[in-house]
């Protein structure tokens, strides 16, 4: 993945980008019409009455809305071997895999060349916006990386996360080199069977090639944090393995063994080089750029379900630049970042007009639409307004027809005539019992404002997540929280009291009131906990890059949420409606 501007036409993607957006409503018909062309012999689609038809109005008046739920038989049918045309005109050979940490299981997707072509179009996008912004030269990146297995289907289909197809693909190896600085790490450490043994090769290929890493990456926010929380624990056994040049005897698959050792070389200059730059930091503040004096910036996905580790990655980066990676998911891509120098905070995606067709569903209704009890109708790509919420609808190349992806996105501003999103958040409600609605948002502002009292004590907050147990009458929210170090009586009641007064969903208040949902539980968990939730996802075949901590534990994740009962450590009731 060497830098090389010259393989690149800078100017050619820029150009063809500013093309596809000046007339997104254009490019939308013909992206739809070649959707429709090359998939209308298929079963789903002919039994829909489409008759041939590939304009958008009699598209959305034959082709419903749809969820993972609906298509879910006809997926199942693809991945046990029937090869008939059944979503798609051509044969789907791959199937994508979901992460699981949200609804407890994996979802099969359908995964085949144009969306692989559709990510290559989104990489060389986003990266000729983020090299203007912040050129590197020839040199290296740290990226936390990892292939989980692949498997064989019961139809004989190759299936593993959608990371693990992309990582694998000659296409993407070949282009990436055009694109970004070459992975420190050789691919026996990006696809060793065991995680904690790649990303402690990970680190020690980062250390040592230290002077040349220009960038810090992974796919998740949570993947760098976690990193560098593995990093305060093993620098020292780190350091000693490059100044004996003998790989720790903790990694011990042979394939992973076999690459270090063409790497790893006695050097006890840059070992005391390492050791000096740890010892002079003070609570690790500033660790990546101390440990990497040339990176430029670090990058990956870092909205949504990702902004509860932003305080502790930008601890470690200190002033280094956070830039968030582009807007996708399991089922495909929606978007580019663009605005590179925008915080994570305020970051904003570019829908590509060609990569897929895309709807929009209002979230905020008009009075008479109300009164009468009028569904919200989809709007097209261009049709969106700024400052307006709504739900992502999408059809791609790869047999998804108007699939509600349930992204709740707000619209920025246009880049040309396409917009420019912001993730808001998913569109399910988490947390509800009576007529309490709070969601993922909800939950994540309400832990940080508690979180903010554990400062008094300089502790932080790890990780969090929550339960609704309708086992007790009334039914309550429980918190479930890991924290950096042992918190007062005091602090942790006052935190308990904090979170269940700062849901401020008005059904969530007034059942609170009258007593129709129970106090809120504060269960605090030994450290290490959402460690042994990460161990248990990975053994299920997610990639520890894909990994991402679910934020409500049901019956869906009875495993998960044994694994959370069994270590707890303390737990308190909110004294704050009484």
């Given at each position: 993945?060497l830098?090389?501007?010259?393989?690149?036409?800078?100017?050619?993607?820029?150009?063809?980008?500013?093309?596809?957006?000046k007339?997104?409503?254009k490019v939308q018909?013909?992206a739809?019409?070649k959707?429709?062309?090359?998939n209308g012999?298929a079963?789903?689609?002919?039994?829909?009455?489409?008759n041939?038809?590939?304009?958008?109005?009699?598209y959305?008046?034959?082709?419903p809305?749809v969820s993972?739920?609906?298509?879910e038989?006809?997926?199942?049918?693809?991945?046990?071997?029937?090869n008939?045309?059944?979503?798609t005109?051509?044969?789907?050979?791959?199937?994508?895999?979901s992460?699981?940490?949200?609804?407890g299981?994996?979802?099969?997707?359908?995964f085949?060349d144009?969306?692989?072509?559709?990510?290559?179009?989104?990489y060389?996008?986003?990266?000729?916006?983020r090299?203007k912004?912040?050129?590197?030269?020839?040199?290296?990146?740290?990226q936390?990386?990892?292939?989980?297995?692949?498997f064989?289907?019961?139809g004989?289909?190759?299936?593993?996360?959608?990371?693990?197809h992309?990582?694998?693909n000659?296409?993407?190896?070949?282009?990436?080199k055009a694109?970004?600085s070459?992975?420190?790490?050789?691919?026996?450490?990006?696809?060793g069977?065991?995680y904690?043994q790649?990303?402690?090769?990970?680190?020690l290929?980062?250390?040592i090639?230290c002077?040349?890493i220009?960038?810090?990456?992974?796919?998740?926010?949570?993947s760098?944090?976690?990193a560098?929380?593995?990093?305060?624990?093993?620098?020292?056994e780190?350091c000693?393995?490059?100044r004996?040049?003998?790989?720790?005897?903790?990694?011990?698959?042979?394939?992973?063994?076999a690459?270090m050792?063409?790497?790893?070389?006695?050097?006890?200059?840059?070992?005391?080089?390492?050791?000096?730059?740890?010892?002079?930091?003070s609570?690790w503040?500033?660790?990546?750029?101390?440990?990497?004096?040339?990176?430029?910036?670090?990058?990956?996905?870092l909205?949504?379900?990702?902004?509860?580790?932003?305080?502790?990655?930008?601890h470690?980066?200190g002033?280094?630049?956070?830039?968030?990676?582009?807007?996708?998911?399991?089922?495909?891509?929606i978007g580019?970042?663009?605005?590179?120098?925008?915080?994570?905070?305020?970051a904003?995606?570019?829908v590509?007009?060609?990569?897929?067709?895309?709807?929009f569903l209002?979230?905020?209704?008009?009075?008479?639409?109300q009164?009468?009890?009028?569904?919200?109708?989809?709007v097209g790509l261009?049709?969106?307004?700024?400052?307006?919420?709504?739900?992502?609808?999408?059809?791609?190349?790869?047999g998804l027809?108007?699939y509600?992806?349930?992204d709740?996105?707000?619209?920025?501003?246009?880049?040309?005539s396409?917009p420019?999103?912001?993730?808001?958040?998913?569109?399910?409600?988490?947390?509800?019992?009576?007529i309490?609605?709070?969601?993922e948002?909800?939950?994540?502002?309400?832990?940080?404002?508690?979180?903010?009292?554990?400062?008094?004590?300089k502790?932080?907050?790890?990780?969090?997540?929550?339960?609704?147990?309708?086992s007790?009458d009334?039914?309550?929210?429980?918190?479930?929280?890991?924290?950096?170090?042992?918190?007062?009586?005091?602090?942790l009641?006052?935190?308990?009291?904090?979170?269940?007064r700062?849901?401020?969903?008005?059904?969530?208040?007034?059942?609170?009131?009258v007593?129709?949902?129970?106090?809120?539980?504060?269960?605090?968990?030994?450290?290490?906990?959402?460690?042994k939730?990460?161990?248990?996802y990975?053994?299920?075949?997610?990639?520890?890059?894909q990994?991402k901590?679910?934020?409500?534990?049901?019956?869906?994740n009875?495993?998960?949420?044994?694994?959370?009962?069994?270590?707890?450590?303390?737990?308190?009731?909110?004294?704050?409606?009484?």
């Open positions: 993945m830098e090389k501007m010259e393989s690149i036409n800078v100017d050619q993607v820029i150009e063809e980008f500013e093309t596809i957006t007339d997104a409503e018909r013909e739809l019409k959707i429709l062309e090359e012999s079963e789903y689609l002919q039994n829909l009455g489409l041939g038809r590939t304009d958008p109005e009699s959305k008046a034959c082709v809305l993972h739920a609906d298509l038989p006809y997926i199942r049918r693809i991945a046990d071997g029937d008939s045309r059944i979503l005109g051509k044969a789907i050979t791959t199937i994508s895999l992460s699981g940490t949200t609804q299981k994996s979802k099969f997707v359908p085949n144009e969306l692989m072509e559709n990510t290559m179009q989104i060389r996008t986003s990266f000729v916006f090299n912004e912040f050129p590197i030269g020839k040199g290296k990146a740290l936390f990386i990892y292939g989980s297995k692949q064989i289907t019961k004989g289909l190759t299936a593993g996360t959608a990371t693990s992309v990582y694998r000659s296409k993407f190896k070949s282009g990436m694109m970004q070459q992975c420190c790490s050789p691919d026996e450490v990006i696809f069977s065991d904690q790649s990303l402690y090769c990970h680190l290929c980062g250390l090639f002077e040349e220009q960038l810090v990456y992974s796919t998740f926010a949570h760098i944090v976690h560098f929380r593995t990093f305060e624990v093993v620098w020292e780190l000693t393995d490059i004996e040049g003998v790989l720790s005897s903790q990694v011990t698959v042979p394939s992973i063994q690459s050792s063409k790497i790893l070389k006695p050097d006890p200059e840059l070992a005391d080089l390492i050791h000096r730059r740890c010892s002079r930091l609570n503040y500033g660790l990546i750029p101390t440990l990497f004096p040339n990176a430029k910036y670090i990058y990956g996905i909205t949504g379900s990702m902004e509860p580790y932003l305080k502790k990655l930008r470690y980066a002033e280094l630049h956070l830039m968030s990676a582009d807007y996708g998911s399991s089922e495909g891509w580019a970042n663009v605005n590179p120098s925008l915080p994570p905070e305020s904003t995606y570019a590509l007009p060609n990569i897929g067709y895309f709807e209002p979230l905020q209704q008009n009075v008479e639409d009164v009468l009890c009028l569904k919200p109708e989809p261009t049709e969106v307004k700024v400052g307006e919420e709504y739900e992502i609808i999408v059809t791609n190349f790869a027809y108007r509600q992806l349930g709740v996105v707000k619209v920025m501003g246009f880049h040309n396409t420019e999103l912001k993730f808001v958040r998913r569109s399910n409600v988490l947390l509800t019992i009576n309490d609605k709070n969601t948002k909800d939950l994540q502002l309400s832990v940080e404002t508690a979180a903010k009292l554990l400062a008094e004590e502790l932080e907050m790890v990780d969090f997540t929550s339960h609704v147990d309708v007790t009334p039914g309550h929210y429980v918190i479930f929280w890991e924290i950096s170090g042992d918190a007062s009586e005091e602090v009641k006052e935190c308990c009291n904090c979170l269940d700062s849901f401020a969903d008005a059904g969530y208040v007034s059942s609170r009131k007593n129709s949902i129970g106090p809120l539980e504060l269960r605090v968990v030994h450290k290490g906990t959402f460690h939730i990460l161990d248990h990975v053994l299920l075949g997610c990639a520890l890059n990994f901590t679910p934020r409500c534990v049901g019956t869906v009875n495993a998960v949420l044994q694994i959370l009962t069994d270590n707890v450590a303390k737990n308190y009731f909110s004294t704050a409606y009484v």
